[in-house]
């Protein structure tokens, strides 16, 4: 393929932990070329010094700076920043012409006053919170086609409604309860006191009891009103990794058939949902090790006796699917690109 025929893509937080699965992922993929990697704090500095894996891929790269980002030329933005600094960034991609997928949680939430309840601060660009796309193909592929701004997904979000999305269509839940157990690279890669690693190795913390702040896009995503939902998210042992298990009450009984067909009917065609097989026993829920630096996301279910209660367990890389993989497949979908492109990478077992 020549190399006008590439998209060009700049990276905003390009130093960070998402920053570096987006230049981990474009480094592999046919049609997106990295012209530029930026970051405020380390501009000047080479790829290889922050992200050391990828060394060998960008051995003549350093990251660039905002300022000089102005001046180059692209076709899209990714922006991997902190909430509440991204918006104006994007504000000012879009007016330069390209297409954003923001990675941050600045344009996940359509109402402003959502947004303000679950971050404590009002969006500054509130007028784009209508126009941006959830960035969840299983959700939202046609309206990502030739979107010009994609908000990215939370990554307990995203293992959440992949949970629950096949019920919920259906109006099947009453209620759900969102147990999460998160691994370390979820935090960033700035060091707070909570994640220093004598502190944060081998905890079993709860971080959030009843309400986490990704539960407004996930009853948000899935019709359901926020009061039918809590989600506790807990600091496990791991680094990459989310596992979101949910108890749901069913609205109306099902049979353990009905469950199949209804998770086979939504995911059976999805290139990176697969569902976990019933037995042997210990394979019936999926331990987000198995989805390890790929896209893929696991299901697996079961269904209480008397069929009104259920258990949906879903795991993910936190990294990939939960953030920049999701946010390359919706590019992919922008771009009018085949949606797998640059995410075939199998996932790393064991780890
Ligand atoms: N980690 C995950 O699992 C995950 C999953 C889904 C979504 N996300 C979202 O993705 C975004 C990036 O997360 P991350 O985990 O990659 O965080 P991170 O490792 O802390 O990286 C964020 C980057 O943003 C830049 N930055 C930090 N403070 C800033 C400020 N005050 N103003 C402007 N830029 C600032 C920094 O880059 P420079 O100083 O080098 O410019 C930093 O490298 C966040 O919005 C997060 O919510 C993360």
Redesign the pocket.
């Known amino acids: 393929m020549s190399r006008q025929s590439c998209f060009k893509a700049l990276v905003?937080?390009?130093?960070?932990?998402?920053?570096?699965?987006l230049l981990r992922i474009i480094s592999g993929h046919p049609t997106l070329e990295l012209v530029g990697a930026?970051?405020?704090?380390?501009?000047g500095s080479a790829i290889g010094s922050?992200h050391p894996h990828l060394r060998h891929i960008y051995s003549k790269t350093t990251?660039i700076s905002?300022e000089n980002a102005r001046t180059v030329e692209a076709d899209i933005a990714f922006t991997?920043?902190?909430?509440?600094?991204?918006a104006e960034?994007v504000r000012e991609l879009l007016d330069r012409g390209l297409s954003v997928v923001d990675?941050?949680?600045?344009f996940r939430l359509k109402d402003p006053a959502t947004y303000e309840r679950w971050y404590g601060i009002s969006p500054s660009q509130p007028y784009l919170l209508r126009e941006a796309v959830y960035g969840l193909p299983e959700l939202h592929r046609t309206q990502l086609a030739g979107a010009r701004l994609v908000s990215?997904?939370?990554?307990n979000a995203?293992a959440s409604i992949l949970c629950l999305y096949p019920l919920a269509r259906l109006n099947l839940i009453q209620e759900a309860f969102l147990d999460i157990r998160?691994?370390s690279?979820?935090?960033?890669?700035?060091a707070t006191a909570g994640s220093h690693h004598p502190f944060r190795s081998r905890a079993l913390r709860i971080v959030e009891p009843f309400s986490h702040r990704h539960l407004g896009e996930v009853a948000q995503e899935l019709s359901l009103r926020e009061e039918t939902l809590s989600m506790r998210l807990s600091a496990v042992e791991t680094v990459?990794g989310?596992q979101a298990c949910a108890e749901v009450t069913l609205s109306s009984s099902l049979k353990e058939r009905d469950l199949w067909r209804l998770y086979r009917d939504a995911y059976g065609n999805e290139p990176f949902v697969h569902l976990c097989p019933a037995r042997p026993a210990h394979q019936r829920f999926p331990d987000p090790r198995l989805t390890t630096g790929s896209n893929n996301v696991q299901i697996g279910f079961a269904l209480r006796e008397g069929g009104r209660r259920c258990l949906v367990v879903s795991a993910l890389d936190?990294?990939m699917k939960?953030?920049?993989g999701s946010a390359i497949q919706s590019a992919n979908l922008m771009l009018g690109l085949p949606e797998v492109a640059g995410l075939n990478m199998q996932p790393v077992y064991p780890v």
């Open positions: 905003y937080g390009a130093g960070g932990m998402a920053g570096g699965e930026v970051s405020q704090s380390k501009s922050v990251f905002p991997s920043l902190p909430h509440g600094r991204s960034t990675l941050s949680a600045d990215g997904v939370g990554c995203a998160a691994g690279s979820e935090g960033g890669s700035t990459r989310v936190n990294l939960g953030a920049a």
